[in-house]
């Protein structure tokens, strides 16, 4: 069927793992382009990471990321698992973080290292991890795997064995054909 609002007919013919599914415009000067094939590889990357890190269909998948494409990409990869995405946004305070861990009992929160808004770089996972030293400190302290999304290449805490990068969790993630 060829659609009626088509430019011509090469968007028409081409096939739909090549074309954009998301357009995401950031910080100054960066845009990014994710077609159908792209956005659905990553989303299956993300959810064997999310499984090989023991996330099982009604586990909750907390997410305390901006509005950038990994925030997407987390939901489809919870979509594939029938696990729940929980939504930390950013703008959350500590305490309402500690209050949202307590509530959703997620064992994984995929955050990012910082983010740009208004203009500025803002703390990201700064804010989680002293959120998470709280919980603790409250003596709500289950397990937890922090999966951090580099977005600002800018240094940030590390707390080994439970801290893992996105990125190597998606490169690592075999998919199953």
Same mark, same amino acid.
């Given at each position: 069927?060829?659609?009626?609002?088509? $430019?011509?007919?090469? +968007?028409?013919?081409?096939? !739909?793992?090549? &074309?954009?599914?998301?357009?995401? *415009?950031?910080?100054?000067?960066?845009? +990014? $382009?994710?077609?159908?094939?792209? =956005? /659905?590889?990553?989303?299956?990357?993300? #959810? %064997?990471?999310?499984?090989?890190?023991?996330?099982? !269909?009604?586990? &909750?998948?907390?997410?305390?990321?901006?509005?950038?494409?990994?925030?997407?990409? !987390?939901?489809?990869?919870?979509?594939? /698992?029938?696990?729940?995405?929980?939504? /930390?946004?950013?703008? =959350?305070?500590?305490?309402?973080?500690? #209050?949202?861990?307590?509530?959703?009992?997620?064992?994984?929160?995929?955050?990012?290292?910082?983010?740009?808004?208004?203009?500025?770089?803002?703390?990201?996972?700064? =804010?989680?991890?002293?959120?998470? %030293?709280? *919980?603790?400190? %409250?003596?709500?302290?289950?397990?937890?795997?922090? /999966?951090?999304?580099?977005?600002?290449? &800018?240094?940030? *805490?590390?707390?080994?064995?439970?801290?893992?990068?996105?990125?190597?969790? =998606? $490169?690592?993630?075999?998919?199953?054909?």
């Amino acid at each position: 069927m060829i659609s009626e609002h088509a $430019e011509d007919v090469s +968007e028409v013919q081409e096939p !739909a793992a090549s &074309r954009i599914a998301l357009t995401w *415009s950031g910080e100054p000067g960066r845009l +990014e $382009e994710l077609t159908h094939g792209t =956005l /659905l590889d990553r989303a299956d990357r993300a #959810a %064997a990471a999310l499984s090989r890190l023991g996330v099982r !269909a009604g586990d &909750r998948v907390a997410v305390h990321l901006p509005l950038v494409p990994e925030s997407v990409i !987390a939901t489809i990869a919870c979509g594939r /698992l029938d696990a729940i995405r929980t939504t /930390l946004p950013v703008t =959350l305070t500590v305490p309402e973080l500690v #209050a949202r861990f307590r509530e959703s009992g997620a064992r994984v929160i995929i955050t990012a290292d910082a983010a740009f808004w208004d203009g500025a770089v803002r703390p990201v996972k700064p =804010l989680l991890d002293h959120a998470l %030293a709280r *919980s603790a400190a %409250a003596g709500d302290a289950p397990r937890r795997t922090v /999966l951090v999304v580099n977005r600002c290449s &800018r240094p940030v *805490s590390w707390k080994p064995g439970r801290d893992l990068w996105w990125h190597e969790a =998606l $490169e690592s993630a075999a998919v199953p054909n």
